[in-house]
């Protein structure tokens, strides 16, 4: 999978410099260090290429000795920070809405990040999917998030509501057991875990939260939408796994992704290979994670997991599962 089209958004980059300067380091400093500078990323619409965040952040882990970057920026950032996105969250009809919304629109802040959210008897569980991070900007986008969830989960108890998050999992061991504590009080947190993700309380999720306004919130996610189809960094396929996780337990075809993307098949595969992939590289990709996700997490049969992602026949999706892990999805299990 090609590492030229992410690119990182450096919306947040000032606020990074006030996290990094309270620890005595200099983010104009850490960033000469790889190559880049300060006033190039702070610029409107600007981005860093990912291996250059790649550095970074192995640079303030391995030589800073910043033990968590990823938790220090996501406790430090406030809604408003988010600007239209944060104002849609805290404006939310429910939580489960905001998580919705954090599915939607989690391409334009972390490329290369999805969120599978499904709902149990008696709760919600969002399961977050990264194939391409190296494992030290992959614990940092996932310490942003969850970290950014707590503060979340703090302002709608402030506002008279009740918890919504009850655990969250990660596949990494903790690092600073104190910062854990501060960030996520109240909320149970599992570590070396197969996959990251949050679980929401079903019955309080979907509960309508006290102080939304519904016209802010439908103002903000237009405005949201119109940032989302403009936005420079935002892959096509990223919208294509959009179109994926929507599918109900159908195996997509490239004339049916052409027609939900509203193009012709010839001007999709052109475009998914100027970005570097395909068709069938990104429905393997999708589909080799979520075959994990279902025999892993939520522990289907290999019979369920084929007809959920939509084979007819299993004999086909153990083929592909072979493909993908080098081994049958019964051994797998």
Known sequence: MSRQIYNVPTFYIMQFSNVLAAHGLSLSDCLHAIGTDIQTLSAPNAVIPANKFDALISDLVSDKGIVSPGLLLGNALKPIHHGSFGLA???????LDSLLLVQRFITLFVPGITLKVSEESQSIVATLLDEY??????RFFVDVLTSAFANLQRSIIEAGNNPIITAFSFDYSPCDNALIENIFA???????????GVVLNKENATSLLK?????????ALAICEKERERAPHEALKNKLRFIFEQSDKTLLSLSDAAYALNMSKRTLHRRLLKEGTNFKNERDAFLKLRAYELLHVKQLSVQQTAEELGYADPSNFRRAFVSWYNEPPSKYK
């Not at 102080?211 to 103002?219: A, F, L, N, T």
């Open 133 to 138: 991070w190296t494992p030290e900007s992959h």
């Open 186 to 196: 109240d909320i149970t947190c599992r570590f070396s875990q197969p996959m990251c």
């Open 89 to 95: 969250i805290m404006n939310s009809p429910t939580g």
């Open 211 to 219: 102080g939304g306004d519904p016209v802010s919130y439908e103002y």
